[in-house]
């Protein structure tokens, strides 16, 4: 049997994500069967399901990366490099990937280096395809990289941290913005090297601009929206750039015109579903490959805040949006 995880109506994840069973699925032409291992609770994955519109006919599944090992592959499949039976898998974008068992398209599935612990690879292709994404945005500004820098909030999440990594390796200027003070010295000890700024502090903005140290600010990066991202767009230099990848917050960004006008702001909103409809398979190829690179060579920035089995579906839930969280929560669902 293989149990997995539906909707049927979009809610609260907590009262409208449920396990059901159904027979062991097999996989046709052009997929594979994935024996899950572990997959990882993304706020995405959350929020899809807050944001689902109508009662469904019929269950929806829930999940969109998971991984595990590739149990059988389908009658005349064309698999990727590295990619046989018995060999560790992960796989995106793949809904239903919160199952047991997954039965996926095959140019969905990437071959998981020995290197990785199962820990990373569940985690491996959508928090380091978004920071790919997000450190393109960010290097089309053409003021970024040479007088620029970046800012970027809620540096503490997993999308944060890998952003910060790759962009010290890169040698890219960044000032990091957390909630709190507390979350500011956890990230001081992992990049020292990094000014870290705390909103909990009335003047946090002065903070972020003597942090610049008189460098204008190019781009910012905001996964929270709402005054937040109002108090973004005053830091920014004329011709500057904030990039929307998130709605932590409920409230909306309250702009007006002439703060885009004045000073030839850009916004704009970017996810990894764009990413998905947007770029060739080339570039996907390539992003992967680089996903790829970021977890291997970053491998200590994927925490995990816990795991919990299929069982205690409802605490993962509750631990996935808790505040302070550091890390991300994973399920294995056997």
Do not use: C
């Not at 539906?6 to 046709?28: F, H």
């Not at 991984?67 to 592959?73: C, D, F, P, S």
């Amino acid at each position: 049997m293989n149990r997995r995880v539906v909707y049927t109506r979009g809610g609260s994840p907590a009262n409208v994500l449920t396990v059901i069973e159904e027979p062991e699925p097999a996989p046709g032409a052009g997929q594979v069967l994935i024996r899950t291992t572990a997959f990882p609770v993304h706020p995405g994955d959350l929020q899809a399901v807050e944001a689902y519109p109508e009662k469904a006919a019929k269950p929806v599944p829930a999940g969109v990366e998971a991984t595990g090992v590739l149990e059988a592959i389908g009658p005349g499949t064309r698999v990727a490099p590295g990619v046989t039976v018995g060999s560790r898998v992960t796989v995106f974008p793949q809904p239903g990937a919160w199952s047991q068992w997954i039965v996926a398209d095959a140019e969905a599935v990437v071959a998981v280096p020995d290197e990785l612990s199962d820990e990373v690879a569940a985690q491996m292709l959508v928090n380091p395809l978004t920071t790919v994404m997000l450190r393109r945005e960010a290097q089309e500004h053409p003021a970024f990289g040479y007088d620029g820098l970046l800012v970027q909030t809620a540096a503490g999440s997993s999308v944060g941290r890998l952003l910060t990594g790759t962009s010290l390796v890169h040698n890219l200027a960044l000032v990091n913005v957390v909630r709190s003070d507390r979350g500011a010295a956890e990230l001081r000890e992992r990049f020292p090297d990094v000014p870290v700024v705390a909103t909990e502090h009335p003047g946090w903005a002065d903070e972020v601009r003597e942090a610049a140290g008189g460098r204008p600010v190019s781009v910012a990066l905001d996964p929270i929206g709402g005054k937040l991202a109002e108090t973004l767009l005053d830091l920014l230099t004329p011709g500057g750039k904030l990039v929307s990848y998130g709605q932590i917050g409920e409230e909306p960004i309250s702009v007006h015109a002439s703060t885009l006008l004045h000073k030839s702001l850009t916004l704009q909103g970017k996810n990894i579903g764009r990413w998905l409809s947007e770029a060739s398979a080339d570039r996907r190829a390539s992003d992967v490959a680089t996903a790829k690179l970021i977890a291997l060579a970053l491998e200590d920035q994927f925490d995990v805040a816990a795991t919990y089995g299929l069982d205690e579906l409802g605490i993962a839930l509750e631990h996935a949006v808790r505040p302070g969280k550091m890390g991300t929560v994973l399920v294995r669902p056997w």
